[in-house]
């Protein structure tokens, strides 16, 4: 819930964390994107007191069943109207196979659902007003727990099969004047099939975090290399980190994971490469990030890499040798002693 400050434009970022999937399209009613409170990005998401809602487009994601599931959010309530504020609905609350959280005016967080006739519901009191509050609610094996900024409160039974299927943040007017929702909304999450807290946690601190993607090798400076991009300016300050074209260069294209496309030289896949191991190096020294060694001399010692390599399949590795004397280069079983 990033954006400029009245902004309209919310964004699903699913496909993106889980790295695969589409977006889903979220239809936005008098929700804004608001400066004047946030827990990260600088912004998050306000709803006034009027009906205000951002609702999702219709997704079997949505449908929970009897099964798992966990939904999370940082909420900043300022008032509610009509008795409750709602902040996250399967479906209006008369629709059988509902559920929605909400509010209600003794500060207590609140999962109710519809059967037809009767309404279940778990509840956690402790939400404090104008504050910033992690609420989680989740359902693990026919149980539903609500925990408030990382403590779990008195679980309770909710085996409720859940089927609508078009979630909605917020209310809109078919609660016939209650429901409303005053405040900002960050980071809401919905897992469907997971219980995602095992026990009490500790939420993120987003004032201390950081997010260091070292993408911009312009320069070794903490505004570029050593950036903070997410939003919270705690920048960090490189030293002794090169970002010279050449075999010294510390700023590298490594991933976890191989991503881009392969355009040739210049332009290969990226991914996870290893270095040589700092824990084995035969009594030699590293430099420039693990990548180059240097033995002791008159000795017979050797260095192996973070990786091993798989008893099947192509693979390829290369070395730049700078020095002088008999060298070896290859592969070793176990731990085998190179010598030469």
Known sequence: MDGTNGGTSFGDQSAVIKGSGSAKTITTTGFITSTAQSKFYGSSGYSDTNYNSLTVSTSADFTFGTGDFTIESWIYPISIAGGYGIIFQTAGSNTVGSAYIYLNSSNNIVIETY???A?????????????????VIQRSSGTCT?????????SGSFTQSLTSTTPRIGSNSDESGNGRFNGYFQDLRVYKGVAKYTGNFNPVNPTNSFYLQFADNSSNTASTLG???????NNWTPNNFSVTAGAGNDSLVDSPTNYGTDTG????????YCTLNPLDT?????ANGNLEWTMLSGTSINIRATMAFPATGKWYFECVSVGIGNQSYGITSGNTVLTG
């Open 115 to 117: 059967d037809g006739s």
């Open 146 to 154: 609500i925990f408030l900024n990382g403590i779990a409160g008195t």
């Open 119 to 135: 309404r279940p519901t778990v509840s956690r009191s402790g939400v404090v007003i104008n504050a910033w509050n992690h609420v």
């Open 282 to 286: 035969g009594g030699g020294s590293l």
């Open 227 to 233: 950036k903070d991009t997410s939003g919270l300016g």
């Open 265 to 272: 030289v210049g332009g290969e896949v990226r991914g996870n």
